[in-house]
DNA sequence: ACCCAGGCGTTCT
DNA sequence: AGAACGCATGGG
C-alpha cells in the first residue's frame, strides 16, 4: 500500500499544491470547526462559526459558561444543533477545566494519552479526534474520512482495510511528516468534494490514469 | 421534490 | 462486531 500511497501523494500535489488547511483562526477554533461539520457542508459550518465570533463566544470560557440555549441558536446553522451545542459544551469544559483553556497544553502529551482522553469526550469520535490532533495540536495524526476510503477503493489500493490500517499506511509513507499529513487529507477532501464524485467524471481527473489502472484489474479479477 | 454534506451515539441483530 | 437509525440545516 505504501507505494500506492506516494503514488497518490504525489499526483495530487502536483495538482493542487499546499492547501494550507485547517482554515481557521487558532487552535480551538480548528475543534470547533471539527465538531459542527460532521456530516455537515463547511458552508453550513462558516456561518455558525461566525455567528459565535460576532457573539466573543469562540473561545472556551464563554462556551463553557454559556448558557445552553443561547449556544444552540448560535450554532443552529451548521445542523444537528441541540447535540452539536452539547459536544461543544463539553469539550470546551474540559480544555477549562484540565488545561486552563488553553488546548495547546495538549500536543505536550503522548500521541495515545491524547487520543484516547479526545475520545472519551462526547461527539469526538476517530475523525473528529484525528482532526483536532492534527490540525489543532500539530500531531502527525492522519485523518481518514468518508472521502480517504471511497478514493482509495475506486483507485484499488485499499479494499476491506479498516480505518485503523489506512490510517497507519498513511503515517508511514508520509514518513510522519505533519505538514505532508495536513496536506494530504486536504486535498483528498478538496479533491473529493469537485472531482470525484459517487458518479465520477474522469476526463480531466488529475486521477484518471490511477483509476483506469484500478478498473482494468477490476476487469482482470471478474474473469 | 428529492439528495447530500469533511460523523457520532444508541440500539438493534 | 457490524448494520440501521436519528440527529437538522442549507445548497444543488
Known sequence: MRSSILRLHYTLFEEYGDLGWWPADGPFEVAVGAILTQNTSWN??????????????????????????????????????????RYLKQLASHIEREYSGDITAM???????????????????????????????????????AYTVRLLRRLGICDGDSHASIKAAFEEALDRDIAKLANAHAMIVDHCKS????????????????????????ERVSD
Do not use: H, W
Not at 116 to 136: H, K, N, Q
Open 107 to 145: 500536543s505536550s502529551l503522548p500521541m495515545e494519552r491524547v487520543r484516547a482522553e479526545l475520545l472519551s469526550l462526547r461527539g469526538v469520535g476517530p475523525e473528529t479526534a484525528d482532526t483536532i490532533m492534527l490540525y489543532a495540536l500539530r500531531m502527525p495524526s492522519f485523518v481518514v474520512d
Open 195 to 218: 472531482v470525484c464524485r459517487p458518479t465520477p467524471r474522469c476526463v480531466l481527473c488529475p486521477l484518471r490514469e490511477m483509476c483506469s489502472e484500478a478498473e482494468k484489474q477490476e
Open 44 to 85: 453550513n459550518v462558516e456561518t455558525a462559526i461566525e455567528s459565535l465570533k460576532s457573539e466573543g463566544a469562540l473561545c472556551p470560557s464563554r462556551i463553557a459558561a454559556m448558557n445552553m440555549t443561547e449556544l444552540e441558536s448560535l450554532v443552529r446553522p451548521s445542523g444537528f444543533f441541540r447535540q452539536k451545542a
